[in-house]
Structures are given as C-alpha cells and as structure tokens.
C-alpha cells in the first residue's frame, strides 16, 4: 500500500525565506502529485499538479520537483510571506486511489 | 464557476442517527471520492467512484455507504453513526484520466455525540 511522509511537519520561517518541503512516497508507480494547500478550518486548495512523465511545475513564487524514481517530491517558496501560512499537503495518485501525507505545518513570521 | 459543493458544512448528530453528506460537482467529472481528516492521520480514502452506478472501497470504509445515480453526485451515507466517525470529511472530483487534477469541496465537519 502506498504511503506518503512529509517532513517536517511543522516549520516557522521569518518573512522573506526561501523554503523547502518535502514529499516521499513509498510506491513509485503513480499517475501523478499534486501538492494543496488548507488553511484553517478550510478546504483544499490546489496549487501545483506533477504528471508522473514530469519533473517539475512552476507557479508564480512555487516551485515543486518530482523524482518519481526516488519516491520524492519537494514544494519550494521563495521568498515566504505571512500570508503563505498553511498547511501544505502533498498527495499521490496510484491505481484509482488517492494517497495524502499528514502535512506541513508552516508560519512565516512578519 | 468550476466546484465542488458539499452540505452540510457543520452537522452534530447523536449515534445512532441515519445521516446523508451529500457532494455535488459542476465539470461534469467521471471520478469522484470521499475522505475523511483525522489529526495526526491527514486524510484517508473512504470511497470512490470511477462514473456512474462503479463505486469502489477506499481505505476506510467501514460504517459508510455511497450512491452514484447520476454523475454529478456522489452522497457519502452514515447508516447509523458513532462517535468514532466525528472527523472532517471532504468530496473531491476529477476526471477519471490517469493525471488529471482533483478538485476539493469545502469540507463538512461532522460531530457524533
């Protein structure tokens, strides 16, 4: 069964930081990753989607990378701000199921 | 505008009290699921649904029931609810194409008392 880790799962950054987050997945056979973003109390909003013949997607101040044979994905943010507080979720599709990590937690501090 | 709409966004009930989170979405979507959020668990499967009238175990799917008449709906049901399936649940849906993007509603906090 497919199990997907995310570190860490909290991370407090002061305004202005270029961040890392991390993905791994334990079975690299999957269609595709995608990476959301919940707020609290909220839904889950989309913000980058990796096909699994892809090695990375670029939206605006996001960056994420796929190494599907590793079993690895990474959400990069440049340059944080306040409002970039959230958890990210990073999810895979394997087969017709969808598999999610548990999260990162992060604050970025004005 | 393209979404995924669920009722009820909050809903306490008592164990034991037949109970229908209905999901309906607008992009006319082959594939949709239910989850469950648990602290600590992120979110798990509980059921899916490849088109109309083909629905399939996730991997909680214990205590739930669905329904897929018609292709833009896809109730999740709690026959007869326990404490233990106080969660937030959401419905999402995508095209049933291997890469496709999934779309989340807002969620439905459900409370079991």
């Known amino acids: 069964k497919q199990e997907v880790t995310q570190i860490p799962a909290a991370l407090s950054v002061p305004e202005g930081e270029n961040l890392v987050l991390n993905c791994s997945f334990t079975?690299?056979?999957?269609?595709?990753l995608q990476w959301f973003r919940q707020d609290p109390g909220k839904g889950l909003t989309s913000l980058l989607l990796?096909?699994?013949?892809?090695r990375e997607q670029t939206s605006g101040r996001l960056n994420a990378s796929l190494d599907k044979s590793s079993g690895r994905s990474t959400l990069y943010i440049a340059a944080s701000q306040p409002g970039d507080s959230a958890t990210y979720l990073c999810a895979v599709r394997t087969g017709n199921q969808f598999y999610f990590g548990t999260g990162t937690s992060l604050t970025v501090i004005p | 505008e393209a979404q995924v709409t669920q009722n009820p966004r909050y809903l306490i009930t008592v164990t034991g009290k037949k109970l229908t989170v209905t999901c309906s979405q607008n992009?006319?979507?082959?594939?949709m699921s239910w989850y469950r959020q648990d602290p600590g668990l992120g979110l798990r499967q509980i059921y899916y649904s490849m088109n109309v009238e083909v629905t399939d175990k996730g991997d909680v799917p214990e205590g739930y029931k669905v329904s897929r008449k018609e292709k833009r709906n896809f109730p999740l049901i709690l026959e007869s609810p326990s404490p233990n399936q106080t969660s937030l649940y959401f419905c999402?849906?995508?095209?049933?194409?291997?890469?496709?993007?999934?779309?989340f509603g807002q969620g439905t906090r459900l409370t079991v008392v």
């Open positions: 990796i096909q699994s013949s892809q």
């Open positions: 999402a849906s995508s095209w049933a194409s291997d890469g496709m993007e999934a779309f």
């Open positions: 992009m006319n979507h082959e594939y």
């Open positions: 079975d690299s056979a999957i269609y595709n």
